[in-house]
């Protein structure tokens, strides 16, 4: 049965590093990727970036100067920075394994999601 | 505001079929698969729909989805109180190189 689970520093101040971790449990970490994503209290979904085993990644543009998402396949880890944070980045932040079928792709599992604050 | 567009809200009784529009560009939805994730109230997101109209195993066939041109649609027969949630579609976007979502629908069971 796969699983994410996920954590990391809820309560940040302006200007700091989120820092957070998904490991995956009972599955392969080879032939998928692996996203993070975000959603502001009360509103949508942002897609934030991707990598593969390999580590190559993938980043939204609107974030891409303060994301970083890096992996560790010797522990089945893939982990999130984004540096400077301001109050707009408060969000409940989601890994997801995304899985491809043919020509496409989808988000099959999630992390339980972190709430991160950014407050001074 | 997001890329894909939805309502933000919908509703039906017991027993009703709904539907949930999800509009796009020619970059994402017309040039790629759309899937839909059902919210339930303080969760992660599940995957509902994927590859336009197909069902993971496990999701009940009163869930479907179809998609035409740059639009698509989710559609919710017999609905029930349990699927009262918020419901999000997705589509991988071509000048984004990434995933974009609609801005969600808050189903409500009358």
């Known amino acids: 049965q796969v699983q994410l689970q996920q954590w990391g520093a809820g309560l940040l101040k302006p200007s700091e590093t989120l820092s957070l971790t998904c490991a995956l449990y009972g599955g392969s970490f080879s032939g998928y990727d692996w996203s993070w994503i975000r959603q502001p209290p009360g509103k949508g979904l942002e897609w934030i970036g991707k990598i593969n085993h390999s580590g190559s990644t993938n980043y939204n543009p609107s ?3 303060r994301v970083t998402i890096s992996v560790d396949t010797s522990r089945n880890q893939f982990s999130l920075n984004l540096n400077s944070v301001t109050a707009a980045d408060t969000a ?8 491809y079928f043919s020509s496409t792709s989808c988000f099959d599992y999630w992390g339980q999601g972190t709430l991160v604050t950014v407050s001074s | 505001q997001s890329v894909l567009t939805q309502p933000p809200s919908a509703s039906g009784t017991p027993g009703q079929r709904v539907t949930i529009s999800c509009s796009g560009s020619s970059s ?3 040039s790629n698969t759309v899937n839909w994730y059902q919210q339930l109230p303080g969760t992660a997101p599940k995957l509902l729909i994927y590859s336009n109209n197909q069902r993971p195993s496990g999701v009940p066939d009163r869930f479907s ?3 035409s041109g740059t639009s698509a649609s989710l559609a919710i027969s017999g609905l029930q109180s ?3 949630a918020d419901y999000y579609c997705a589509a991988g976007d071509d000048s984004l190189k990434g995933v974009v979502f609609g801005g969600g629908t808050k189903l409500t069971v009358l």
């Open chain 2, 28 to 30: 994402n939805i017309g």
């Open chain 2, 65 to 67: 989805g179809s998609k």
């Open chain 1, 92 to 99: 409940v932040y989601y890994c997801a394994r995304q899985n």
């Open chain 2, 82 to 84: 349990e699927d009262e």
């Open chain 1, 63 to 65: 974030l891409k100067s």
